[in-house]
């Protein structure tokens, strides 16, 4: 699938034969699914030793089942753009580095290069995210790619 870079949120221009937004439609269905995730996705755990990295590996994996259960309700949903399966699947890939972070921080590392590689990166693709989000309609959606900020940032 071949979708617009993540630092180019699209604009929702597409419509249907009867002048309704194609877009408008699925983001309707996605916004109601991700405010439902969204008021319902509580607060990362605390680790019962009150460790630093073992609190945030609990954050980075609540973070990753935050975003996957995001994907697995806006995926089966209806009329669907290239761009609103784009952000889609940017919400998946975030799900990567939040794998990764809690990995890192599971070992308790004092320092680790591609954590701070990942730290990095991560905002811009936050942000461009939200964008997307922004511009497709589904604000919350891209409210729930940022996490609670306790983790990146």
């Not at 249907?16 to 916004?31: I, K, L, R, T």
Request: net charge negative; glycine share 8%.
């Amino acid at each position: 699938m071949n979708s617009p870079p993540l630092s180019q949120a699209p604009e929702a221009t597409s419509s249907d034969p009867d002048g309704f937004s194609s877009v408008s439609g699925w983001a309707a269905s996605a916004e109601e699914a991700c405010m439902s995730i969204y008021q319902t996705r509580g607060s990362a755990p605390w680790a019962s030793s009150r460790d630093y990295h073992d609190n945030m590996t609990l954050y980075f994996m609540w973070f990753r089942d935050l975003l996957s259960r995001t994907v697995d309700a806006l995926t089966p949903i209806g009329g669907s753009t290239p761009e609103s399966d784009a952000l889609i699947q940017d919400m998946a890939h975030l799900s990567e580095p939040a794998n990764e972070e809690a990995g890192i921080e599971s070992k308790h590392y004092l320092y680790n290069q591609r954590q701070d590689e990942i730290d990095a990166e991560v905002p811009q693709v936050e942000a461009a995210i939200r964008s997307r989000a922004d511009a497709l309609g589904v604000p919350t959606c891209g409210e729930i790619a940022i996490g609670n900020s306790e983790g990146w940032g």
